[in-house]
């Protein structure tokens, strides 16, 4: 039989006191005497007591509860840009309410109606492979809780959001490629209305430019999770002109062209070179290992709830979007080795 709450009238009826009382006690009021404050704190403490943060924030009209929607919980990303979330969160005294849209716009917009009743303090969202566009989020904004996007975002205009800078990053990752003597490259991307796929693009495209290298448009792929990517890379390795590199932009990505590349027995680089945007583990256990475009996914979950909370705090100074852009890093490793004469 679970054992009943504590509760301040409990305390105050032991100690023979009002209830009020208690509760200035508790909160070391100085009408109260020394003596009578610490009764109340030991006697709170034999007995467990705990205040109920809930009530306490329904009578105050506020809220301890910042909601999160991401696509799914899976690979190594997403779990840690939780865990960067979760500790700003935890810092501030503030719970997390997760919510996966599992890449869908229908369930997205269900999630945001269960956080909108659940009075939540704000939102953190990375965007499904179906969003398009942010309509749905306007009730949200409306009722006055601010909201901060990452990783996944439509490009749109005048929202708070943090970010790697793509374009960049794709542009050093195909130069790479390019210097190392691959010269049919295929990027595998994701939904073609998201930045994370259109910055991307565009820095493959700027690599290929710079280097006097035309831009093939069937060498640009997508691909919304693992059994897509495994399906069309199977088809641009069936190729006659196959390509001798492949450029994915995610750790999903990653792991369906491996698979494909395995099922059609050919080996890595020395058949095809591969390349990823990659916060994980697969990068290293693999052999050979997987040259990568670090991005920490922890450090974005922290950015983009250190910005959620400068929102929730700061209501009248943070009307101006503020967009934050972190560092990438490219890790060399086995899976990109130069061709001979490169």
């Known amino acids: 039989m679970r054992r009943k709450q504590t509760t301040l009238k409990g305390i105050a ?17 100085p009408d109260i005497s020394e003596e009578m404050k610490i009764q109340v704190q030991q006697l709170a403490k034999e007995l467990n007591y705990h205040p ?17 929607i991401i696509p799914e919980i899976s690979f190594y990303f997403f779990p840690s840009v939780l865990k960067g979330i979760e500790e700003v969160a935890h810092n501030m005294g503030y719970n997390v309410m997760i919510m996966q849209s599992n890449e ?14 659940n009075r939540i303090a704000g939102l953190l969202v990375s965007v499904s492979y179906e969003t398009k566009e942010y309509s749905h989020f306007d009730e949200i904004e409306n009722a006055g809780i601010p909201i901060v996007f990452f990783d996944k975002v439509v490009e749109q205009k005048n929202i708070f959001k943090v970010d790697i800078d793509g374009i960049k990053a794709a542009r050093e990752g195909t130069t790479h490629l390019i210097e190392s003597g691959f010269k049919n490259i295929v990027l595998l991307a994701g939904n073609p209305n998201m930045s994370i ?15 006097g290298m035309a831009m093939v448009l069937e060498n640009i792929l997508y691909a919304n999770n693992l059994d897509e ?16 590199a492949i450029f994915t932009i995610s750790d999903q990505n990653l792991s369906g062209a491996l698979q494909a590349i395995k099922k059609a027995g050919l080996t890595i680089p020395d058949d095809i070179a591969i390349l990823s945007f990659s916060d994980g583990p697969l990068t290293t256990i693999m052999n050979p290992s997987i040259s ?11 950015k983009a709830a250190s ?23 490219l890790v060399i490793r086995e899976s990109t080795r130069k061709r001979q004469g490169a």
Do not use: M
């Not at 890379?233 to 390509?243: A, E, L, Y």
């Not at 909370?309 to 934050?324: C, D, K, W």
């Open 229 to 244: 990517a495994e399906f069309v890379t199977q088809q641009v390795i069936s190729r006659k002109n196959r390509p001798d």
């Open 13 to 29: 009826e032991i100690l023979g006191v009002s209830h009020t009382t208690v509760s200035r006690a508790l909160k070391d009021h």
């Open 292 to 302: 990568s475009i670090k991005h920490s996914g922890y450090q974005i979950g922290n």
């Open 197 to 211: 796929s259109i910055d991307r693009i565009k820095g493959y495209k700027q690599a290929l430019e710079a280097n």
């Open 307 to 329: 910005l959620l909370f400068y929102r929730i705090q700061n209501p009248e100074q943070a009307l101006i979007p503020i967009v934050q852009i972190l560092e990438t890093e």
């Open 104 to 117: 869908s716009l229908q369930r997205e917009k269900e999630n945001v109606g269960l956080l909108l009743g």
């Open 52 to 68: 109920n943060n809930l009530a306490v924030n329904l009578r105050k009209n506020q809220s301890s509860t910042i909601g999160v």
